[in-house]
């Protein structure tokens, strides 16, 4: 069974502050991974994306993707209120051309 | 159309009845996957779809449960003899081709309740 672990959290951070997010991976031959936030009774939407090990940024948002040690993570710089939601990691280890989903991380920025 | 588009956006049923669940994906996507997500819970894989076709049905957790999609657009999921372990959202996502390495569009969901 393909897995994507991440910690349910809740992560308090104060705003401005670096919020940190992580997330891994037990199926090796995954190629691509995704980060979604979603809001309390809302639907999934994608903000990040990576394929290659490094980093990937956009505006407030980078993205790690270390394939070596199956580990995943997002960073959000200068964190607002508005952040605050859930995060899920998602990889390609699902069925056929699935995502597999992780239960998602419960981030709160703290005014 | 501009977005993934589900409905009905709620549903209430009993126990024992038969639903529905629509989903309109964004044109000229030819993926669409449905999840449900218990309260609480991660996204759970139900069923794939590349234009009409399913590739894997494997997430679909009972034989009460089936889709379809016609015209390489709409689908519905249809859950027989609805058990209240049934309650969830449903959730109906799309991308422009099949391939993990293209992430999905959401649809706002549709929340099903047995009572």
Redesign the interface.
Known sequence: QKEVEQNSGPLSVPEGAIASLNCTYSDRGSQSFFWYRQYSGKSPELIMSIYSNGDKEDGRFTAQLNKASQYVSLLIRDSQPSDSATYLCADTGGGADGLTFGKGTHLIIQP | GAGVSQSPSNKVTEKGKDVELRCDPISGHT?L?W?RQSLG???E?LI?F?GNSA??K??LPSDRFSAERTGGSVSTLTIQRTQQEDSAVY?CASSWR????Y???????TRLTVV
């Open positions: 993926a996957y999840y819970q991660g996204l894989f794939y590349q590739p894997d494997s997430g959730l099949g391939g993990s390495n992430g999905y569009t959401f649809g706002s969901g």
